[in-house]
């Protein structure tokens, strides 16, 4: 499954499969945007964890994808992976929700990569997918996630203290979500206004 996003002004953005053959470049972006990304990015309570090989990795994502329960992308820019884009807790039934979770590299930040890559990704889940709610749950110093919810007008649900485990401690986060009610049939890059959009391009965020 590819999912792309075009604007005549910015690059295409593809989301696709992460595959065994992207493990040179994934390598290569992950070791040059450690300290940017991995401030961000959960962590084992007990200080050990699990390490994987970039196969096992991509056979876990492959996985969870097989099973419904997840949507797992690579952010791809000109045939260059940009960072990776995820729905995952995907809950069918009386729920049919899940929570988004992303990076992207250093040097796209500021330029709408993450908030594209974001809308496409709810348009996706709640017009295909069927589901009727996506969140995203972000720790409140991280100003550049805070402004892609605040661009694409996501609902702020309030703060869940201590809720996941990130360097070394359990972090609180702020919980924003969108229901398929919100959206009025129109899709999620309809909510990022051409006004949202002139202010991101000035200021140079996403």
């Keep these: 499954m590819t999912l792309v996003s075009r604007d005549g002004r910015r690059p295409t953005i593809v989301l696709r499969r992460l595959g065994r053959r992207d493990r040179d470049t994934w390598d290569r972006v992950r070791r040059d945007n450690a300290d940017y990304v ?70 796209y930040a500021g330029t709408g990569v993450a908030t594209r890559s974001l809308a496409l990704l709810c348009d996706y889940a709640f017009y295909t997918a069927g589901l009727h709610r996506v969140e995203v749950n972000i720790r409140p110093e991280n100003a550049p996630s805070l402004r892609v919810v605040e661009h694409l007008q996501f609902r702020d649900e309030g703060v869940r203290q201590r809720y996941l485990h990130i360097n070394g401690d359990w972090r609180d986060h702020r919980t924003f979500a969108l229901t398929v009610e919100d959206l009025g049939g ?21």
């Design 38 to 107: 991995g401030q961000w990015e959960p962590t084992a309570p007990d200080g050990i964890g699990r390490r994987m090989t970039f196969r096992q990795y991509v056979r876990g994502l492959d996985k969870e994808a097989k099973d419904g329960r997840m949507l797992p992308f690579a952010i791809d820019i000109d045939g260059t992976i940009a960072g990776q884009m995820h729905l995952f807790g995907m809950v069918q039934g009386s729920l049919l929700s899940g929570a988004a979770g992303y990076w992207v590299a250093r040097r």
């Design 186 to 206: 129109h899709s999620v890059s309809d909510r990022w206004t051409p006004v949202r959009r002139e202010v991101a391009h000035d200021s140079g965020h996403d």
